[in-house]
């Protein structure tokens, strides 16, 4: 086998433990997961926010040419957010940066995905799949108050 080859071989594999390393950190250390995917019912296609329990919610998202509803959800610091997401016409993106939410909305299913959000802030939905001349105005808030003030 020739010296570079070999190179070459150790190279990827090296390149190949490195991606394996990145996504068991992302996995178990920054708990960045694969949203679930619910069967569809119209009872998701409702856009509102409901809460379960003091620190539980269901935030029930449509996403439609070029806004998402609700556009604004208010939640508690300390809250867990149960997010469904669906769209009523083209595919739209869903993604909430700064906590590494990154879902589809897809027309005829749901996507559901659980966040936590502990501090206080306004945190910015973006629609991050191409949908049409609206795309760059379509976002949202989930803004997260302090409840003790
Ligand atoms: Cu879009």
């Known amino acids: 086998m020739d010296k570079i080859e070999l190179r070459v071989m150790k ?18 250390a920054r708990n960045v997961g694969m949203p679930a995917c619910v069967p569809y019912s119209g009872v998701f ?14 935030a029930f998202f449509v996403a439609k040419m070029w806004s998402f509803e609700p556009s604004d959800v208010y939640v508690p610091a300390g809250s867990d957010v149960d997010i469904y997401l669906t769209s009523s016409d083209v595919v739209h993106g869903f993604n909430i940066s700064e906590k ?11 996507n ?16 991050h799949e191409y949908c049409g001349i609206g795309h760059h105005s379509m976002e949202g ?8 003030k």
């Open 112 to 127: 559901k995905k659980t966040v936590h959000f502990e501090k206080a802030g306004i945190y910015k939905i973006v629609c």
């Open 141 to 148: 808030e989930i803004i997260v108050y302090d409840k003790t």
């Open 45 to 58: 296609s409702k856009p509102h926010l409901q809460q379960i329990d003091s620190n539980t919610y269901e």
């Open 11 to 28: 190279l990827t594999a090296g390149m190949l433990a490195i991606f394996l390393l990145a996504l068991l950190y992302a996995s178990y």
């Open 100 to 110: 590494a939410v990154n879902l589809m909305a897809v027309p005829g299913a749901i």
